[in-house]
């Protein structure tokens, strides 16, 4: 089977992509990552990319993003986009031309908590149970099929603690939605996903064993 070539995209941190480049090299997940691309010229994240010696480039989105972004996919035969941490909204153009080859992780229990700030979210609703989704893009915000999640009791409303517990569930999530994705078991099908061929109705639920 030919070898899954991908691309990241970030905006931050890049703790997502660190975790992802880590369960690469270790062949967890066998795919190539072609580039990291980032639309904040600081982010943390591309120092990252450089140490797991991945070529990196700066874009700027608010000048012609569909054409830079899309000529990249095409030129290098991209297979699959991943988004980590990525925080502008790709155009409707490239979910459509695209759909089905880009993945995101979201801080929340979706359809709970779509957009920003999750966790203020979180805790202004006082809920009981908040976690993390891996998901399919589509051109509705946070609203493409979600392939798997995971969640905890939220027992201490405290930003930096609930941040803390959210990206441990991502490291953990993530790199499974992607080995599906490269092993071929998953793919989408218009609003729903499916796992080897067969419709899927709701997220696959990843139970923590901690
Ligand atoms: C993650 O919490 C992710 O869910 C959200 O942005 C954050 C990125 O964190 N989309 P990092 O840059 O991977 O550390």
């Not at 660190?18 to 691309?37: R, Y």
């Not at 609203?143 to 953990?172: A, C, M, R, T, W």
Request: net charge negative; with cysteine; hydrophobic share 40%.
């Amino acid at each position: 089977m030919k070898k899954t070539r991908s691309i990241i995209l970030i905006s931050g941190n890049g703790s997502n992509l660190d975790n992802i480049a880590s369960k690469v090299t270790s062949g967890f997940i066998d795919m190539d990552i072609l580039m990291v691309i980032s639309d904040n010229p600081t982010a943390k994240g591309l120092k990252i990319a450089a140490d797991h010696k991945i070529p990196t480039l700066i874009v700027n989105t608010a000048e012609g993003f569909h054409d830079k972004i899309s000529k990249i996919i095409d030129d290098n035969s991209v297979d699959l986009v991943i988004l980590a941490g990525f925080m502008k909204i790709l155009p409707k153009t490239i979910t459509d031309k695209y759909d089905g080859m880009i993945l995101n992780i979201h801080p929340s229990l979706l359809p709970k908590h779509k957009g920003l700030n999750t966790h203020h979210k979180v805790i202004e609703a006082g809920d009981e149970y908040h976690g993390a989704s891996v998901h399919y893009v589509t051109s509705e915000l946070d609203d493409g099929p979600v392939i798997i999640q995971s969640k905890f009791k939220v027992e201490k409303f405290d930003l930096n603690l609930i941040k803390e517990q959210v990206h441990k569930i991502e490291y953990e999530i993530f790199p499974i939605a992607l080995k599906w994705f490269v092993d071929g078991n998953i793919s989408k099908q218009n609003d729903k996903f499916l796992f080897n061929d067969e419709v899927i109705e709701c997220p696959i639920e990843h139970i923590l064993d901690y």
